[in-house]
């Protein structure tokens, strides 16, 4: 399984951007970067994924690296309710997800 | 569309009994993969299936199995219960989209207390 590493916590005000770093420098040229979150007491949550380009949806953008060995999630203005665990996860195909530590993400007021 | 729904939400067990826990997956989604969360190890695989077939499967002892019905719902059974199952147990539906990339739709997890 490839693996990925984040920083195990990070913080952010309300309303202001976060950049949730990933580091996956054995991603494979057919893994794709996907990333969930989880809530307290709620199950994950699909947040985006990406191959090669640049994603955007209604929850947050990925930016991927040129050469794929790094992702950024980006949460534009980020509220109480951002407040997470958010997991990078490289999958091929049908693979199963394999959950890393992830980061967990503190929005302050 | 409703989503993944898990029963029971709760369940309080002893060592040596077994449980079955329950996942209707979204409609239309043929895929139901199974996760097991501690605080300790983390969420960790258990088994996928779609079509009623074992497609993937975790590294976990045979006393975890599972099974999927022709309506694409699923259960999986825990013989044999021990301390250390306890923990948040996480069905997840999933569809492939585009490019055969698939997106998983967590319940809410069943909380198994073993006493």
């Known amino acids: 399984d490839a693996k990925t590493t984040q920083p195990n916590s990070m913080e952010s005000n309300e309303e202001e951007p976060v950049h949730l770093p990933c580091n996956h420098s054995t991603i494979s040229g057919t893994d794709y970067i996907h990333w969930y979150r989880q809530l307290p007491s709620q199950g994950p949550e699909y947040v985006i994924h990406g191959l090669t380009s640049n994603v955007n949806n209604r929850m947050a953008s990925l930016a991927i690296a040129e050469d794929r060995k790094s992702s950024t999630l980006i949460l534009h203005r980020a509220t109480l309710r951002d407040a997470a665990v958010y997991y990078c996860?490289?999958?091929?195909?049908?693979?199963?997800?394999?959950f890393g530590t992830g980061t967990r993400l503190l929005v302050s007021p | 569309k409703a989503g993944v729904t898990q029963t029971p939400r709760y369940l309080i067990k002893t060592r040596g009994q077994q449980v079955t826990l329950s996942c209707s997956p979204i409609?239309?989604?043929?895929?139901v993969s199974w996760y097991q969360q501690t605080p300790g190890q983390g969420l960790q695989f258990l088994f996928e299936y779609f079509s009623e077939t074992q497609r993937n499967k975790g590294n976990f002892p045979g006393r975890f199995s599972g099974r999927q019905f022709s309506n694409s719902r699923s259960e999986m059974n825990v013989s044999t219960l021990e301390l250390g199952d306890s923990a948040l147990y996480l069905c997840?539906?999933?569809?492939?989209?585009?490019?055969?990339?698939?997106?998983?739709?967590f319940g809410p997890g069943t909380r198994l207390l073993v006493l």
């Open positions: 997840a539906s999933s569809w492939v989209g585009l490019a055969g990339v698939e997106t998983q739709y």
């Open positions: 996860i490289l999958i091929t195909g049908f693979q199963k997800l394999v």
């Open positions: 409609s239309g989604h043929r895929s």
